[in-house]
């Protein structure tokens, strides 16, 4: 099962926001989760809670008074985490573009990592952005991983990592 | 000491579909008074049908209003114009029309049974639904090319034409539904768990609908009777089959229960529309441009759907009123939260069925 073990790193916990939407996409994302297209045999459960969750899914073209909770949850998510689109009211205002309550797209406000067109985008399209989501989420985290890149090569004594010198490496960067 | 505690729900909740916000006034654990807040999602659709679209392109504009009923809202809009163009539909684009209203509402009737089953903590149940909606959803992509929003009126007709393989689709999906339908009833009706949950929870009296202007199955469940598809004649219903379901103990039991009988009917009137579908086109020309005032009264899943359209000669329309069902529906559901446990506010929320983005547009 070579398909599956990519997904096995990491089961994504997903926070869902309706932002504007007229909800086609919100029952799509329901219809997501149920049996049929059954998004929790990737470990994708959909939480209420932001400082849980690893992708956020937002649907609807940013209203006025939903931008600043889109904001507040995101900055909410703890890091690493993807943002994805969900709709093309989403991606660029679609049929909304141009109203005067209406921001055009969430990408003015919060960094987009996966675009999912479609009006409504349909569970199979939300299903591959997750998977596309999973590969960015993977790649960011390993970025995490790795903060002493700032600082040059990483000092070890044995196969232990030296704290004394790291620190000193911190120290001199930090008088820089 | 102040004797009451403020517990907000929402904007953005597990329970919550869509952004409205509660602040419930609570005395130990029961709801003593409710705030709501509904506008988080309004969008401004209403000017923008007379601004930036044509009277042409607004039926698709005004779908996406709301997901759910986005074919009632184009169908009123299309109804209201053509009145105005002084045109009838015949009986083949009528039927073609009523087929994809009455399937709308089983599949909505069945997301707010599963959701209504999720907030009151049935994660199973609410899966079992969801499964059972695809057959639905299956019939409506099959139809009309889409899942949620399918473009399928437009003014003079509809857009796309019933096969001979699509009606063969029609009537196994709807049997291996009605199979399943009976077992949710039988579930619904004799299940002891479910029972705690809804019997006697959430109660909206008849004089209180009556007061406050229920409608739709909230206002079915209490008793009172009101259908706008019995109250007009834009469609043939009462030949095909269509029976008013009331109940009249008012709680989640029967309101559940009116929608599952809903669901019933509306595949009944689904099965004679199909058997009897007349023959003719399901596109004709449909000239001129509106002038004047025409209003519309459409039964959406949630209740009676409202829309005034003026134009006046040009291609711009004058104005669109849109009046959703939520909207009228608002002051009893404040009613019905006062006097029951917080613990059941999101189960109560979610068996009003409420539309957000209908109400805010």
């Given at each position: 099962?070579?398909?599956?073990?990519?997904?096995?790193?990491?089961?994504?916990?997903?926070?869902?926001?309706?932002?504007?939407?007229?909800?086609?996409?919100?029952?799509?994302?329901?219809?997501?989760?149920?049996?049929?297209?059954?998004l929790e045999r990737f470990g994708v459960i959909n939480t209420g809670n932001p400082k849980q969750s690893d992708i956020f899914l937002v649907t609807g073209p940013v209203t006025y008074r939903s931008r600043e909770r889109l904001v507040e949850l995101y900055s909410q998510i703890p890091e690493p985490k993807v943002v994805v689109a969900v709709g093309s009211c989403t991606t660029t205002g679609g049929v909304f573009r141009g109203m005067y309550n209406v921001e055009d797209g969430i990408d003015r406000y919060i960094p987009v990592?996966?675009?999912?067109?479609?009006?409504?985008?349909?569970?199979?399209?939300?299903?591959?952005?997750?998977?596309?989501?999973?590969d960015v989420l993977e790649a960011k985290s390993k970025e995490i991983e790795h903060p002493f890149k700032l600082f040059g090569t990483i000092e070890m004594i044995g196969n232990k990592l030296s704290r004394l010198n790291m620190a000193k490496k911190v120290e001199q960067h930090e008088k820089n | 000491m102040k004797k009451t505690i403020q517990i907000p729900l929402g904007s953005q909740h597990?329970?919550?579909?869509?952004?409205?916000?509660?602040?419930?006034?609570?005395?130990n654990e029961k709801i003593i008074g409710v705030d709501a807040d509904v506008g988080f999602v309004h969008r401004g659709v209403e000017l923008a049908c007379t601004r930036s679209f044509e009277f042409k392109q607004v039926g698709y504009v005004v779908a996406r209003v709301c997901g759910l009923c986005a074919i009632t809202h184009s169908l009123s809009y299309t109804l209201a114009v053509e009145k105005l163009l002084g045109y009838e539909a015949n009986?083949?684009?009528?039927?073609?029309?009523?087929?994809?209203?009455?399937?709308?509402?089983?599949?909505?009737?069945?997301?707010?049974?599963?959701?209504?089953?999720?907030?009151?903590?049935?994660?199973a149940l609410f899966m079992q639904i969801m499964g059972d909606r695809e057959l639905i959803m299956d019939v409506q992509e099959a139809i009309s090319g889409n899942r949620v929003q399918f473009d399928y009126i437009s003014i003079g007709g509809v857009n796309r034409d019933m096969t001979p393989e699509l009606t063969a689709l029609i009537h196994k999906n709807l049997r291996l539904l009605s199979d399943k339908i009976d077992a949710l009833i039988g579930l619904f009706d004799n299940n002891w768990s479910l029972s705690l949950k809804y019997k006697g929870v959430g109660v909206l009296s008849l004089k209180d609908a009556y007061t406050y202007n229920?409608?739709?199955?909230?206002?079915?469940?209490?008793?009172?009777?009101?259908?706008?598809?019995?109250?007009?004649?834009?469609?043939?219903?009462?030949?095909?089959?269509?029976?008013?379901?009331?109940?009249?103990?008012?709680?989640?039991?029967?309101?559940?229960?009116?929608?599952?009988?809903?669901i019933v009917n509306s595949m009944e009137i689904c099965r004679n529309i199909i058997d009897n579908l007349p023959v003719g086109e399901i596109q004709e020309k449909a000239k001129g441009k509106p002038n004047g005032e025409a209003v519309v009264r459409v039964e959406a899943p949630r209740g009676e759907l409202f829309y005034l359209v003026r134009g006046n000669g040009q291609n711009m329309l004058e104005r669109v009123r849109i009046k959703t069902p939520t909207f009228s529906a608002i002051p009893a559901m404040m009613e019905v939260f006062k006097g029951s446990e917080y613990a059941d506010a999101p189960a109560i929320l979610a068996s009003f069925d409420p539309c957000m983005s209908c109400t805010a547009k």
């Open positions: 099962m070579k398909f599956f073990s990519a997904f096995r790193k990491k089961s994504p916990w997903v926070l869902h926001y309706n932002a504007g939407s007229c909800n086609g996409c919100d029952i799509e994302i329901l219809a997501a989760l149920g049996p049929k297209f059954d990592d996966v675009y999912v067109p479609g009006c409504a985008a349909s569970p199979q399209l939300i299903i591959d952005a997750l998977v596309k989501g999973l | 597990i329970s919550l579909l869509e952004p409205i916000r509660f602040k419930f006034e609570c005395e009986d083949r684009i009528k039927y073609l029309r009523m087929l994809m209203v009455e399937l709308d509402r089983i599949h909505s009737h069945m997301l707010c049974l599963a959701h209504t089953a999720e907030n009151a903590g049935f994660e229920a409608l739709g199955p909230l206002a079915r469940a209490a008793g009172l009777a009101t259908d706008v598809r019995a109250e007009t004649n834009d469609f043939p219903y009462e030949t095909l089959g269509y029976q008013m379901i009331l109940e009249s103990s008012g709680d989640i039991h029967a309101r559940n229960f009116v929608r599952l009988r809903e």
